[in-house]
T-cell receptor
Framework: DAGVIQSPRHEVTEMGQEVTLRCKPI?????LFWYRQTMMRGLELLIY????????DSGMPEDRFSAKMPNASFSTLKIQPSEPRDSAVYFC??????????????FGSGTRLTVV | AQKVTQAQTEISVVEKEDVTLDCVYE???????LFWYKQPPSGELVFLIR??????QNEISGRYSWNFQKSTSSFNFTITASQVVDSAVYFC????????????FGKGTSLLVTP
């Protein structure tokens, strides 16, 4: 397996523009997580899905953020409109269910977002 | 409330020294999982270890060792004979049922190993 694949690796956009981050989880993993990493707040959970269903989106900063998982192999995180304070590294991760022998979280390489 | 506390923000050691990174966690669950991840300067998050709450055996992997003590809610990480390549930010994380098994990270400890 190629691991968790995120795209793009880097994104520079102007304030007010829409940004879409993409993630392909590991096949067979039934959990998918979106995290954001900043110097000030560290690694914070934004939202996670179980079997494509959003379970907890309490970490989503505001209505400008939305996430979808239309099928087991694809998820998007959208920011509209983007603001400079959204600049961060966004990680996607997937995992199998707790208790399974191979239970663990695999992270993608991250998307470094810069909003100017 | 912070569920995972890594009190050491930054540590600097000279190559070949041993170094221990502290991690204290908080949970009411009886079943939970603890993790350590390494984030080198390149930015990716690299899995190091997973520990189950019902397995308190310490673990050693090469120069790395982990000390899990439920009595003190700690899961400390020791690097023996540190090397420059160990320079990175290390994160301790907790996965528990109360949080739907999402990973809850500590703030991380930045380790700098100098020659």
């Amino acid at each position: 397996d190629a691991g968790v694949i995120q795209s793009p690796r880097h994104e520079v956009t102007e304030m007010g523009q829409e940004v879409t981050l993409r993630c392909k989880p590991i096949s067979g993993h039934d959990y998918l997580f979106w995290y954001r990493q900043t110097m000030m707040r560290g690694l914070e959970l934004l939202i996670y899905f179980n079997n494509n269903v959003p379970i907890d989106d309490s970490g989503m900063p505001e209505d400008r953020f939305s996430a979808k998982m239309p099928n087991a192999s694809f998820s998007t995180l959208k920011i509209q409109p983007s603001e400079p304070r959204d600049s961060a590294v966004y990680f996607c991760a997937s995992s199998s269910s707790p208790g399974q022998r191979n239970y663990g979280y695999t992270f993608g390489s991250g998307t470094r977002l810069t909003v100017v | 409330a912070q569920k995972v506390t890594q009190a050491q923000t930054e540590i600097s050691v000279v190559e070949k020294e041993d170094v221990t990174l502290d991690c204290v966690y908080e949970t009411r669950d009886t079943t939970y999982y603890l993790f350590w991840y390494k984030q080198p300067p390149s930015g990716e998050l690299v899995f190091l270890i997973r520990r189950n709450s019902f397995d308190e055996q310490n673990e050693i992997s090469g120069r790395y060792s982990w000390n899990f003590q439920k009595s003190t809610s700690s899961f400390n990480f020791t690097i023996t004979a540190s090397q420059v390549v160990d320079s990175a930010v290390y994160f301790c994380a907790l996965s528990e049922g109360d949080s739907g098994y999402a990973l809850n990270f500590g703030k991380g400890t930045s380790l700098l190993v100098t020659p």
